[in-house]
Every structure is written in structure tokens, then in C-alpha cells.
């Protein structure tokens, strides 16, 4: 297994337009993937978005699919997030690995998944999780905890055997990249940033000083 301090050293990436790639899918592909051996929290991502009116707000969320088309979370249909992404469907997304002294950055448009590809996922979470997605009336106001145990004991109830349907107001969103940013820390804060923007078909590369 490839040690990832060895990222620290000596950047294998090249951060200057002649020599990046044309596409940054494979960047961060790989990024990623080395992320992943340096930290079990490697999949998780700071997800931005603003209301109408351009209030801000960020959280934590997980990174559960990326492909050409962009990257993948699942919510609550009626939490503060999904409010925000149905009246400004624009969002940004940092990734963090520290392990490594690297950043992705990365900001799109969001849509919502066909609801064929929210319920292949959901199938996919362990019961108890399910059960939690139908007794949570996420980012509202809820009395006690044991308000939320009671609704934990209805839901089981309704659903007594491991067939938990999706519900309704949950499912994925994907965030299509109109930028990418790569970020690698070096001594001296001299650090190395690459960004990519979407121009039509093909990628405008250039490096940002640190």
C-alpha cells in the first residue's frame, strides 16, 4: 500500500496548465482513492448552499457516488439543505484530507436524482438507518429525544420486517462540477493550487498563487 505522506514530499500532480491533465475527473479519482487508504473519513465533504434570498449555510454530508456526471449525496427532501438546493440549486463542496495536506473544491449546479436511483441506494442502507430515515423530521424542531425514540418504535412498527421502503420526501441529489480546484499543502505556505473551469466542452486550467 502506497504510504500517503509520501504526497507531502514530492507532488506527483503537476499544478501548472501545461502540464495538468485536460479533464480533472481523474485527479480527483485518484486523489480520492489515496485518500481513502490515509483516513475512513475520506468520503466526507463540506456541503455549501444559500436560500433565495442568499442566506448561507454548510454541513457535513457524505460522498456516496462520483462519476463523470458529478457527486452524489442523499438527504431529506425537507431538510434545510434540500429547501435551500429547490429555491438556488447551486452548491459547493470541500473535501479535506489533512492526512495528506490536500483540498478539493468544487462547485455546480445540484439536481435530484431519479427516484429509480434514490431507491437502489436506499436498499442498499442497513435496516436501522432506514428506519431512522422515516422517524426523522430532519433539521425541524423536535420536543426531546425521547420524542424522537417514540417515532423510532412507531416506524418499526409500521415496518416490523427488513422490507423498508424509501420514503417520499428522501433521496439523492448530484452536484455537476462547473469548477474544480486542487489544493496541495507545501513547506513554507508556498502551497500549490491548480483550478479547472468548465468553458462548453473542454476545461480552462490555471494555477492560482497559494
Known amino acids: 500500500m502506497t504510504d500517503p505522506r509520501e504526497a507531502l514530499a514530492e507532488p506527483t500532480e503537476s499544478f501548472d496548465p501545461a502540464g495538468a491533465e485536460l479533464d480533472p475527473f481523474p485527479r480527483f479519482l485518484r486523489w480520492w482513492a489515496l485518500a481513502r ?18 442566506v448561507p449555510t454548510a454541513r457535513m454530508v ?21 429547501r435551500d438546493l429547490d429555491e ?48 426523522s423530521p430532519q433539521s425541524r424542531p423536535i420536543e426531546n429525544r425521547a420524542a424522537l425514540e417514540r417515532r423510532i418504535e412507531q416506524v418499526r412498527q ?3 420486517d427488513t ?13 455537476t462540477p462547473e469548477t474544480f480546484e486542487f489544493w496541495q499543502g507545501r513547506e513554507h505556505r508556498l502551497h500549490d ?5 468548465r468553458d462548453g466542452e473542454v476545461w480552462r486550467i490555471e494555477r492560482l498563487a497559494p
Open 37 to 54: 487508504e490515509a483516513s475512513p473519513y475520506a468520503d466526507a465533504m463540506t456541503l455549501a448552499t444559500a436560500s433565495a434570498a442568499g
Open 62 to 82: 457524505l460522498l456516496r457516488g462520483f462519476d463523470p456526471r458529478g457527486f452524489v449525496f442523499f438527504t431529506n427532501s425537507e431538510s434545510a439543505k434540500a
Open 88 to 135: 438556488n440549486p447551486m452548491a459547493a463542496l470541500v473535501f479535506d484530507w489533512a492526512d495528506l495536506h490536500r483540498q478539493v473544491r468544487a462547485t455546480g449546479a445540484a439536481e435530484r436524482l431519479a427516484r429509480e436511483e434514490s431507491e437502489a441506494y436506499f436498499a442498499l442502507r442497513p435496516v436501522e438507518h432506514r428506519l431512522s430515515t422515516w422517524a
Open 158 to 160: 409500521r415496518f416490523p
Open 163 to 175: 422490507d423498508v421502503p424509501l420514503p417520499p420526501f428522501w433521496g439523492g441529489y448530484r452536484v
Open 193 to 197: 493550487r491548480v483550478r479547472y473551469t
